[in-house]
């Protein structure tokens, strides 16, 4: 049973930059089956995309994150990696990782499989 | 992209049908999803490629389109769906969530 867990600091001083880490377990990212996506949600608000990335490594991102955001992913250790820079209070959240089927790959269109998620606060 | 709008709150009393939509200019381009959130939980997929339900959730459970609008339908509402809910969609390769709308089990 795949099994998804983000890890990194909960504490990033503004201006830094927020690292996370996506391991898999159950399964493996080196599969042209899924992509691999980060979701965050601010405390008691709504859920916002934030980027996905192929086994491959080429990258898809929220355009309004963009210029912030970059994703690894390292198929030997079977985890993907999110950086953000420049944080402000803003970017406080709860940050998912997720998994993203590919019809044309015959798995289903959804985010099926989500971490437990792990809060980041932006705070000096 | 592109806004997908739902409604901030819905209510519903026990055993009636609870609607929820969902409306964005493109709606209808790609496959709309519907995910439950409860508090203090990860999202979980109840609804993909349209009206799709995974294995596990309730037939209770339900979704279509119509133009722009794609709705949620929980026939039979139990308290155990009180819950957040939200739509997703596609604008090429970009994911866009709605707002979400919390249903209340009144």
């Known amino acids: 049973q795949l099994q998804l867990r983000e890890s990194g600091p909960g504490l990033v001083k503004p201006s830094e930059t927020l690292s996370l880490t996506c391991t898999v377990s159950?399964?493996?990212?080196?599969?042209?089956?899924?992509?691999w996506v980060w979701v965050r949600q601010p405390p008691r608000k709504g859920l916002e995309w934030i980027g996905t990335?192929?086994?491959?490594?080429?990258?898809y991102f929220n355009p309004s994150l963009r210029s912030r955001v970059a994703m690894s992913i390292d198929l030997s250790n079977n985890r993907f990696s999110l950086s953000l820079n420049s944080v402000t209070a803003a970017d406080t959240a709860f940050y998912y990782c997720a998994r993203l089927g590919i019809p044309a790959a015959g798995t289903d269109e959804a985010l099926d499989v989500w971490g437990q998620g792990t809060l980041v606060t932006v705070s000096s | 992209s592109y806004d997908l709008t739902q409604p901030p709150s819905v209510s519903v009393s026990p055993g009636q049908t609870a609607s929820i939509t969902c409306f964005g200019d493109k709606l209808g381009d790609t496959f709309t999803c519907w995910y439950q959130q409860k508090p203090g939980q990860s999202p979980v997929v109840v609804i993909y490629e349209n009206d799709k339900r995974p294995s596990g959730i309730p037939a209770r459970f339900a979704a279509s389109i119509s133009g722009n609008t794609a709705t949620l339908t929980i026939s039979e509402t139990q308290a155990l769906d009180e819950a957040d809910y939200y739509c997703?969609?596609?604008?090429?390769?970009?994911?866009?969530f709605g707002g979400g709308t919390k249903l209340t089990v009144l």
């Open positions: 990335i192929f086994y491959t490594g080429a990258t």
């Open positions: 997703q969609a596609w604008d090429s390769s970009t994911i866009i």
């Open positions: 159950g399964g493996s990212l080196d599969t042209t089956n899924y992509f």
